[in-house]
């Protein structure tokens, strides 16, 4: 039988048994859930294991270079990331009219305020990691910055 390409990105309805049980979207090595063993992990390392653990650094040098890392490894990634913590002036100008909503949505408008990323064909995998790293390294900044004021 010939190879056949299906364009999922329409609005056919298709029929998907509850709760997606068994459908499989896409193979990873980033995580993994299995539910029946209520197990969920990212790489090799159990999701509730890390929380308990280790700091939002490590995980994310976990996700990113595959690797939980030591102590000089994670010093050196908090320099790399710490960069991208700048919040330009165009966000920072959001967060007044922002601040009130709910804090997904505020999260959200924000980040949309960072703007896309262009894609280069030239991008290695090297450059796509550093850039990415820059670009989130504000994610921690940004909900510090919407919260409001109590009291």
Known sequence: MPHMIIDRMDDTPIEVPPGLANVVVTE??????RGREGFYHYRQYSAVDLARSVTLEEVWHLLLL???PGAGELAEF???????????????????????????ATLRTLLS???PRPVSPRCTTR???NG????????????????????
């Open 113 to 115: 305020g960072y703007g």
């Open 78 to 104: 908090g320099t790399r990331i710490v960069a991208g913590r700048a919040v330009p002036e165009a966000v920072a100008a959001l967060l007044p009219l922002v601040a009130a909503g709910p804090p997904m």
């Open 132 to 151: 990415w790293m820059r670009r989130s390294g504000s994610v921690r900044s940004r909900p510090a910055c919407s919260r409001r004021p109590t009291g």
């Open 66 to 68: 595959g690797r939980l």
């Open 28 to 33: 990873t090595a980033l995580g993994d859930v």
């Open 127 to 129: 450059r796509r990691r």
